[in-house]
Structure formats: C-alpha cells, structure tokens
C-alpha cells in the first residue's frame, strides 16, 4: 500500500523552543540511529543520553534517544526520537544527516498514515489527531480526546453489532422453520431498528448543534445602522478593528473576526446596518446581514436606547421573530444616554452602553455556549463522519418496508449496505484517494 522506506521528521513545532524532536520510523530507523550514535544498542523505551554525530564526525548535539520496538509504536514500525536541543538549525542538521543514512523526508500525515495501516490507530482517531493539533479552544481539545479515545470507535462497533443481529435474522429464517424461531423475533429486529435510527438521528442533531466547537461558533451581530454594531465588535476584540462613526451606513460590508469568550473560540460576525436602502451597495450589505443570520449560532440584535423605536427598529423584531428557532440577544445599547426605547416592544433585553462595561452581555453569550457544549452527547468531528451517519440512517430507513412485507433478501440488501457505511467512518475500504487527501491535510511531521 505504500513504501517501505524509512521517513523522518521533525516532530515539534518550527520555531524557538527549548527541545526539538526529530522523529524517524522504518525498518532502517534503528540501524540509523547507531550510526548517528555511535552506540551499539538501544533498550526500547528507555531515554538514553548520546552524542549525536555528522557524517565527519563532528558533534551535531547531545540528545535523548527514545527507541520504540516495532510493532509497540506510535506507527507500529520501529520508531526512534531524537530529543534535541530546542531550535530550528539543529533539528534540520540532524534530519539531513539521516537523510544522507538512507531515510526519507516524511509527507504530511504519514507517520499517522502509516499508524493506520499497521492498525494501530482507525479513522476516526487520525481525524481527531489532527483535528487536535490545530484546536483553538480547550472545548474542542476535549471533545477531540474523546475520539481520540475511542468514543467514535465504539460507537460505530455498537451499530455494527445490532445489524449484524438484524442480517442474521434473514439467514436463519431461511435455514430454519418458521415454527422453530422465537415469535418475537420480528418485533426483536423492529425495536433494534427503532433503536438505532433514533440513536444516528440524535447523533447527527448534536452533531450539528455543536459543530462550532470545533471550528468556532458564529455570532452576529444585527441592527439598524448606527445602533452601535461596530463599537461592539471591536469592544468584544478589544481594539478598534472596524471604523466607527456617527454617519449611518458605515460598515458596507461583513467583518468576521475570531475570539475567545471562556473557553469557547467565537467568529463574531459585524454586519452592515439592515435598512430600508435605495442604494445598491447599501442593499447587498443588508442581504448579507440577512445571511449572516442565517448562519450564525446566535443572532445579537442591537438596538439603540437612547432613540425612540421606530419602523426600521420593527423591521428588525419581525425579522427576529422568523428566526425564533435561534439563539438571539436583545441588547439596548447606549444605556449611558437618556433611555428612550419603548422596552415594552421587546422582552429579554440587555441594556449596556459599549462605552462601558459588556460583562452582562459576555456571560449571557458565555452561558448560551455553555450549555450547548457541556454534554457528552457523541459528536460528529467532520463532514465526512456526518455523511456516513447520513447514508447508514438512509440505509436502515429503506430496510423497513421490506422488513414488513417479509422480502428478506431485499432487507438483507439494505442492511448490508449500512453496515458498509458505517464501517467507513472507521476503516474505509478500497478508497486510497480519499485517504491520500486525507493524510494530506495533515500537518508536517505527523
Ligand atoms: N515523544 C513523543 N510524545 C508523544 C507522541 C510521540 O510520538 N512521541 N505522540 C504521538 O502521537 C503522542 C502519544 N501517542 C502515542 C501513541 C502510541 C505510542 C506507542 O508507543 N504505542 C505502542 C505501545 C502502547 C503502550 O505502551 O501502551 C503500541 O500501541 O503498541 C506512543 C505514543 C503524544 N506524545
Ligand atoms: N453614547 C454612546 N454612543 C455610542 C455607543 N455605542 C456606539 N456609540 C456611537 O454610535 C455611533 C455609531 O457607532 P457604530 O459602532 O459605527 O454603529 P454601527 O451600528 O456599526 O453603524 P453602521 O455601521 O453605520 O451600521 C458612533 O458615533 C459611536 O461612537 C454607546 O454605548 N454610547
Ligand atoms: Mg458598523
């Protein structure tokens, strides 16, 4: 399926730090590692202080080195670290002169690759590897542990386990009489079957809910123009990235920009002011203010305190009113002027002047983040994931009506093909392209 060479890397990030890890695995990894020692022998997961020597002899750097017997290692090949000093130039010294030993500089991904098809790790933990490595909040660190772990593994062996059960019912209703089966045995396939397609659908559900966690959840910010939609983002950035002023219109186009609030990663959406526009420009601003809507996690409807409620205020309540569905923040803003708002036309509001203190406003974002992310609902960590869910539930749903009308082969068919599906989310068979884009995606060295 691939080379046996042997490949190196470095292991660590590329910059400054106090130690760097050169990682090399392959069946020539610890013959290599001799050479550059000049040892003889290497107790397996035993650090061992050495020398580390160029091909002239001269010392490149004192290391640790780390020996992984094959097949107990990361990539179930023979694995040996090099622990250097921390740096760019050492590192790259060292992986050279084990390049110029015979080893090869490593793809992206193919240390996990190669951890894939010695079976030392499946699918779904490569994604959460390298979904880990590139996790901004500590929310999705923990929810890709969890996979990492196995949750998806299990998850996926459970569902294989009941279709089994289902698919051997069609075998031994045509080895067996019909009066030697249990009498519940259909009622038996029916609740398995009701079971599991409840258990994917609220899968994918959670699934959905939470897919900010990972890559931050949207949240927009809405309002008629100049209610203070800028002065809030750059308040909840603390700096001044969007122009401000007292001219209504301002903001002509979207800004997104990332933040952190607790320990979720948010995208916070500025949007032009939604109005009542002649102006083409103007218009297409407010159609991506009704798109970012659409998109966002949570909707803050800005309104202006200081000014009495008037149509285009309305205009903004009806359109929140359609979107009910969603996570919204009524927020009056400019509360450090004379209060004007008729507070009767909204409920649930939160007054704050962006010239002060947003604290309120913060910890009601925060909460609502809380509680969509604090549960150990089984989440989906890529669309790849969703779409296996999707297919396999397809699959189940077709078998039903078969089931019914007792046309076994039909039935076995389907649930067949779910078990297939399923199955992809962990061990994909036959499809080296997708797993070569796959692994690609990965970062250097891993
Ligand atoms: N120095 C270092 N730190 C690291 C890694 C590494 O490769 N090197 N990892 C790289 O991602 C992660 C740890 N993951 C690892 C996973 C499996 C094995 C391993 O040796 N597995 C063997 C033995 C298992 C055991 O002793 O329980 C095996 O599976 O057979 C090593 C690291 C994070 N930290
Ligand atoms: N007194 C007071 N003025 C504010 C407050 N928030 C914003 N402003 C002022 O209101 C004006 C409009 O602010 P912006 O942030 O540009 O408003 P906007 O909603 O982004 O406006 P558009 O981009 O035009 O839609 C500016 O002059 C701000 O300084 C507040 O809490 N109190
Ligand atoms: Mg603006």
Excluded at 200 to 225: C, D, H, Q
């Amino acid at each position: 399926m691939f080379d046996d060479s042997t490949i190196v890397a470095i292991a660590t990030a590329n910059g400054i730090g106090s130690i760097s890890i050169i990682r090399l695995s392959g069946a020539n990894a610890l013959d290599i590692a001799y050479k550059i020692t000049k040892k003889e022998k290497f107790q397996p997961r035993l650090a061992t202080l050495s020398a580390l020597y160029d091909k002239e002899n001269e010392v490149i750097d004192e290391a640790l080195i780390l020996y992984f017997k094959a097949p107990f290692s990361f990539t179930g090949e023979d694995v040996v670290e090099f622990q250097c000093h921390g740096g760019v130039a050492i590192a790259n010294i060292v992986v050279n002169e084990v390049i110029k030993h015979g080893a090869r500089l490593a793809n992206p991904g193919e240390f996990s690759k190669r951890a894939f098809f010695n079976n030392k790790i499946d699918l779904s933990k490569a994604e959460a590897i390298s979904k880990i490595i590139e996790a901004r909040s500590e929310d999705a660190v923990k929810l890709l542990a969890r996979q990492l772990k196995g949750e998806l593994t299990n998850f996926v062996n459970d569902i294989r386990e009941d279709l089994l059960f289902m698919l051997a019912y069609t075998e031994v209703s045509i080895d067996y009489a019909e009066e030697d089966l249990p009498d519940d045995i259909y009622e038996q396939i029916q609740n398995k079957m009701d079971k599991i397609i409840v258990k994917l659908e609220n899968t994918l559900e959670a699934s959905k809910r939470r897919e900010g966690m990972i890559e931050g959840f949207k949240v927009a910010i809405v309002g008629k123009p100049n209610v203070g939609k800028s002065s809030l983002l750059n308040k909840l950035l603390n700096y001044d990235r969007a122009i401000i002023s007292d001219i209504a219109g301002t903001t002509r186009d979207t800004i997104e920009e990332s933040v952190k609030i607790g320990t979720h990663i948010i995208k916070i959406v500025d949007t032009a002011g939604i109005r009542n526009a002649d102006d083409v420009i103007e218009k297409i601003g407010i159609e991506k203010s009704i798109e970012a809507i659409n998109e966002a996690d949570i909707v803050i409807s800005l309104f202006d305190n200081s000014k009495i409620c008037d149509s285009e205020d309305e205009k903004i309540i009806n359109l929140l009113e359609e979107n009910s569905h969603k996570e919204i923040i009524k927020v009056l803003n400019k509360s450090d002027l004379e209060n004007k708002f008729d507070k009767s036309l909204i409920e649930d509001f939160i007054e704050i002047s962006t010239k002060e203190d947003i604290n309120p406003l913060v910890k009601q974002i925060e909460s609502i983040l809380d509680n969509n992310t604090h549960s150990d609902e089984m989440t989906l960590i890529s669309k790849r994931q969703v779409y296996s869910v999707e297919d396999t539930l397809h699959n189940i749903k077709q078998s039903v009506m078969p089931l019914q009308g007792g046309e076994l082969e039909f039935f076995a068919h389907y649930i067949t093909e779910a078990l297939e599906n399923i199955s992809t989310i962990t061990r994909p068979y036959e499809n080296d392209e997708m797993l070569d884009v796959m692994f690609g995606e990965f970062c250097l060295g891993k």
